[in-house]
């Protein structure tokens, strides 16, 4: 049976950072953000040849062992066979290692661009099967969610595949982001959370994600209690102690802040007229930045375009 064929042209893919968790919606709820990496790929002749530059520039791998190429090598396999040959430019702005979802984007991009360089690769590969497989090289799907589809997402898995929904949030709303100097490994971070809860916490969790999604599509106002938690950041606080000092001294102020993903980056979720008052809240040793919500989703943007719209 004959490979499939590839576009000659080159495909450039955007794909957002992401907050997963938000408080109590852990491993299931996400948030897509305005801050992007942009990946260029083009099928060649021969070889592999990775080019990287901003985030990571140092000390990423420019072999098969990459996380883009991995993706794009696995999508590559569903769609039915390899290109002779990659050239892959990345542009990332994601920092690494702390919890705005660069795994995940890294993700996306390959299965992305791999759909984008093969012919037929839209209807051989569909949305929900690109949620399915990003989530089977992350391992779980809130970030992935988010990341594909933009906007304020729902994620779980049924009869072992993944789904998400898909829910507009509130245009007030305002993600800060407060982003420390350095990383913890997810793995270290999850390695800290307990095998067991109590269940008066779960139900508190619960309750909790419940009414974060009133509040984060339609309710700001009641973010600050929508967003507490009692299921992992607590158990995490030993792997980033500033992190937490941080989120309950916002918090303590009425700002409802969480920790991002695995940490350590704290995400404050605040309405517009506050935003850039708590951004200075932080103070030395954080980079924090007021970012916009991303509610496209990761896509094909034209090589030539520097704006946010799909192609």
């Known amino acids: 049976?004959?490979?499939?064929?590839?576009?000659?042209a080159a495909v450039r893919v955007r794909t957002p950072a992401t907050s997963a968790n938000l408080g109590p919606?852990?491993?299931?709820?996400?948030?897509?953000?305005?801050?992007?990496?942009?990946?260029?790929?083009?099928?060649?002749?021969?070889g592999l040849h990775i080019d990287i530059a901003g985030e990571g520039a140092e000390t990423l791998p420019r072999d098969e062992s990459h996380l883009l190429v991995r993706s794009l090598r696995t999508t590559f396999d569903l769609l039915g066979g390899q290109p002779r040959g990659l050239?892959?430019?990345?542009?990332?702005r994601i920092p690494h290692g702390r919890g705005l979802g660069s795994s995940s984007a890294a993700i996306c991009a390959g299965i992305i661009a791999a759909r984008a360089v093969t012919t037929g690769g839209a209807e051989k590969l569909d949305e929900t099967a690109m949620l399915e497989l990003a989530t089977e090289i992350e391992g779980h799907p809130d970030n992935v969610a988010a990341c594909l589809l933009?906007?304020?997402?729902?994620?779980?898995?049924e009869g072992g595949a993944a789904r998400a929904v898909r829910m507009e949030p509130a245009p007030t709303v305002v993600p800060v982001v407060f982003v420390p100097d350095r990383p913890v490994l997810t793995e270290t971070a999850r390695g800290l959370l307990p095998r067991t809860v109590p269940h008066v916490d779960a139900a508190a969790n619960a309750g909790r994600a419940a009414l974060?999604?009133?509040a984060l599509t339609r309710r700001p106002e009641l973010l600050l209690p929508a967003t507490e938690d009692r299921l992992h950041q607590e158990y995490r606080a030993p792997a980033m102690r500033?992190?937490?000092?941080?989120v309950h001294r916002l918090r303590a102020d009425g700002v409802p802040?969480?920790?991002?993903?695995?940490?350590?980056?704290?995400?404050?979720l605040v309405e517009d007229g506050a935003a850039d008052?708590?951004?200075?809240l932080a103070g030395d040793g954080w980079a924090a930045n007021r970012l916009a919500l991303d509610t496209a989703g990761a896509g094909v943007l034209p090589l030539a375009d520097t704006g946010r719209g799909h192609e």
């Open 257 to 268: 802040a969480v920790i991002s993903g695995a940490g350590p980056t704290v995400l404050a």
């Open 25 to 46: 919606g852990f491993d299931a709820l996400g948030l897509a953000l305005g801050l992007y990496d942009d990946v260029v790929v083009r099928v060649a002749d021969s």
């Open 212 to 214: 974060l999604v009133e």
């Open 150 to 157: 933009g906007g304020f997402t729902l994620a779980w898995t």
């Open 242 to 246: 500033e992190s937490t000092e941080l």
């Open 277 to 280: 008052k708590v951004a200075r």
């Open 1 to 8: 049976m004959a490979g499939p064929a590839f576009r000659a």
């Open 87 to 92: 050239e892959v430019v990345c542009a990332n």
